[in-house]
């Protein structure tokens, strides 16, 4: 059943407990959390080492409930984490701190808890598709009587260090729960409504508090959340990947370097809309957002015209249903805008090369979107990610081959060349590859996102049985 007292006002200070293995846990040491102008929105319980240490250990004891039982709560976590009012706030309410806090469009978090719901309704399609088609889900099956690979867990408990600019990211852990996993999360600072509210919904729905817990700490305490789990989540960027690229018990989740290309034989201007969409939906801040677009030919034209379209995008609050870009303290907005400015020297500027900023007014500014011309495919900058509608577009052909085009999460190709798109498929630095007018952003229930998050929490083991 849903929470039924009074929910909170927009301009009230809500309380975000800590959800350890006992219940809500209010901590001596609290974060005030504020939205894009400096307003208090939340404070935020930090847990100590030993409370983390002690929260683990009950996870680690803790069996899991059957796998009926485990998909049927995460449905019904669904329709709560939707719909329901938890901790005070109701969805409306939800949304809004989500969009005032982390200064994304309330229309990008509105669409984003819908997506998440479709996607934990469907939690055991993501599994189920992960699962390799010679194994079964369980040692008793009667395949195994012949012999057989069973698909089990390289674990019990799953740590997740969450990431803070957007909302999206959560609907992927709840499956290592779908698995049989004991999850325990640590939520970003920056924006820490998401990951509370959906495991007070997980907890509602039937989940025991010592199978999915909440965990905030400081960045000192962060890794004791690792330690202590089997395996781990880590969201960050490029200082994270390096950090945890040669540890095997944890899955980093960097930057996404997302792109486009378009060949010879395609009209761009055709395909303008989803070119731009890219690069901006959503808010733009994502690791699925194009960072780069590549052009056989003379990408000029294109840059125009994009810059063109996002230039006349009005710069306006996030709580606005018409927003379109983030919103950020104006202190964070002017650090990235220099940041900005100092990337792109030797570039030519089409739209941003005095600045991207918008003031609110209200000690908060819109990020604005960037276009940049390169010289080169192999330029540097078109691996420059920022958080924001950024964009470097530059001359590719078929002699640079696949080389500026690797290391992407998505690569949405617009060719008529099945040849290309065949080695673009195989190239191994390329998460996903979309063929025609589907925007970079787009994913899917049951679709791979960075790979199956199964294929890490999963192994296959022979079992025999006389």
């Known amino acids: 059943m849903a929470e039924t007292h009074e929910a909170a006002t927009h301009t009230d200070v809500v309380a975000l407990d800590a959800l350890g293995a006992r219940g809500p846990y209010r901590a001596r040491g609290r974060l005030t959390v504020t939205d894009v102008a400096g307003r208090e929105s939340a404070e935020l319980s930090l847990v100590p080492p030993l409370f983390v240490d002690r929260t683990l250990k009950a996870l680690h004891r803790a069996d899991p409930p059957g796998p009926d039982a485990r998909t049927g709560m995460i449905g019904r976590a669904a329709e709560l984490f939707a719909t329901a009012t938890l901790n005070g706030l109701t969805a409306e309410e939800y949304t809004y701190r989500v969009s005032r806090v982390g200064g994304t469009p309330i229309s990008v978090v509105r669409a984003t808890v819908a997506a998440i719901a479709a996607r934990l309704r469907k939690v055991h399609h993501s599994v189920d598709n992960a699962r390799p088609v010679g194994a079964v889900g369980r040692w008793d099956d009667p395949l195994t009587r012949a012999g057989r690979a069973v698909w089990v867990r390289r674990g019990d408990v799953f740590a997740v260090h969450a990431a803070g600019n957007h909302p999206g990211p959560h609907s992927l852990w709840p499956e290592a729960l779908a698995l049989g996993y004991r999850v325990a999360v640590r939520p970003s600072r920056r924006e820490p ?8 919904a997980l907890r509602t729905a039937g989940f025991g508090d010592d199978r999915v817990a909440l965990l905030p700490t400081d960045h000192a305490t962060a890794d004791a959340l ?7 989540l880590v969201y960050g960027g490029e200082d994270v990947v390096r950090k945890y690229a040669g540890d095997p018990s944890v899955l980093p989740q960097g930057p996404g370097r997302s792109k486009i290309l378009l060949t010879r034989e395609v009209d761009w201007r055709e395909h303008l809309d989803t070119i731009a969409d890219s690069v901006s939906g959503h808010g733009g801040t994502g690791c699925v957002n194009t960072t780069a677009v590549f052009v056989e030919g003379d990408p000029a034209p294109l840059c125009a015209a994009l810059a063109e379209r996002l230039a006349a995008v009005p710069s306006l609050p996030p709580e606005d249903p018409a927003a379109v870009f983030p919103v950020q303290p104006l202190a964070t907005a002017k650090a990235l805008e220099a940041h900005l400015l100092h990337r792109a020297a030797g570039t030519r500027a089409w739209l941003g090369g005095d600045g991207i900023l918008g003031d609110l007014g209200d000690g908060s500014a819109v990020l ?4 940049h011309q390169l010289g080169s495919p192999d330029a540097p900058q078109a691996a ?3 958080p924001f509608p950024c964009v470097w577009v530059a001359p590719w052909s078929r002699e640079a081959g696949l080389g500026p085009l690797r290391n ?7 060719t008529s060349d099945d040849r290309l798109v065949a080695e673009l498929v195989q190239e191994p630095s390329i998460g996903n ?6 925007p970079t952003y787009r994913m899917e229930p049951g679709l791979p996102h960075d790979g199956y998050l199964a294929e890490f929490l999963m192994r296959c083991k022979s079992v025999i049985r006389d």
């Open 193 to 200: 409504f998401t990951p509370h509210r959906l495991v007070t």
């Open 226 to 232: 690792l330690r202590g789990a089997d395996l781990g």
């Open 368 to 371: 604005r979107a960037a276009v």
């Open 384 to 386: 420059a990610e920022l």
């Open 408 to 414: 992407s999460l998505v690569l949405t190709a617009i």
């Open 433 to 438: 590859v979309y063929v025609g007018d589907v």
